[in-house]
């Protein structure tokens, strides 16, 4: 049997105690163990186990969620017993699953383009895509952290947050040396690609708009490894084409220390 991740916290485990009696009753009045009880019933399950005894909860680190239901498995548009999203339970076996590994391209190729713009917008089709998304929680766990550790190695004074940028916008760290300014901007989606993606664009406006070079160095800041040897190498693509050093830095908002760093700040 699996089930959707209904409400990631900040703890993983199973608790041994109660939810508190205010949560519990909260649960009731809105109608969610109601709820919970009709998914069990429309899976030939017992409702009334959800109705006696305590509520258990089970409960995730923000920096675990990014690996959780990956990859995901694909649930049929015509299985009825799911009536919400907010809380799914379905009763899968594992022969009868199905892993899907999207066919993502590795390299460039023009022939596989589409030449044909005939009845280009009578062809068109809706396609469907996962929406990254960021944790607040870990992003500001990380701008803490991080400001605290480099003021610590390289003065107080010398490192600052939300530093204003052209544009309303803001650097989300500075490190000021004797070298000029090194820009770090702050990323927690679960996909590292995806947060090096929009950190580069925001990161160049930050730095070169409208007709200047404020920061020597550009950085982005996240609490993931090096995913493969394809991003490090990408990065190293990027500093051979763009004239700014670009890097990646792995920070621990736990531990509040670096884990690795592509380049030297």
Known sequence: ????????????????????????????????VEEM??????????????????????RFRPSEISNIFDPLVEVPDTDTRISSFRYNLLKIEDTDTEVIQPEIPTSFSFESG?????????????????????????????SEGFLDYLQKRYGRENARRECPAAGARSVDIVLKSAKGYTFFEIKTYNNLL??????????????????????????????????????????????????????????????????????EF
């Open 114 to 142: 589409i030449g044909d713009s005939k009845r280009l917008k009578d062809r068109a089709k809706r396609t469907y895509q996962s929406n990254q998304v960021e944790i607040p929680l870990v992003h500001n766990q990380i």
């Open 1 to 32: 049997m699996k089930a959707g991740l209904a409400e990631p916290s900040m703890y993983k485990g199973l608790l041994k105690q109660n939810v508190p009696g205010w949560r519990s009753q909260i649960y009731h009045e809105n109608g969610w």
């Open 194 to 263: 995806y947060s090096l993606r929009i950190a580069v664009g925001q990161l160049l406006e930050y730095c070169c708009y409208p007709d200047v070079q404020i920061a020597k160095k550009i950085f982005l800041v996240s609490n993931l490894p090096p995913e493969d040897d394809h991003f490090l190498d990408y990065l190293r693509k990027l500093n051979e084409v763009l004239n700014i050093p670009i890097g990646y830095v792995q920070f621990d908002e736990q531990k509040r220390e670096v884990v690795f760093q592509s380049e």
């Open 37 to 58: 009880q009709k998914h069990l019933k429309n899976l030939n399950l017992d409702p009334k186990v959800l109705g006696q005894g305590p509520l258990v909860n089970i």
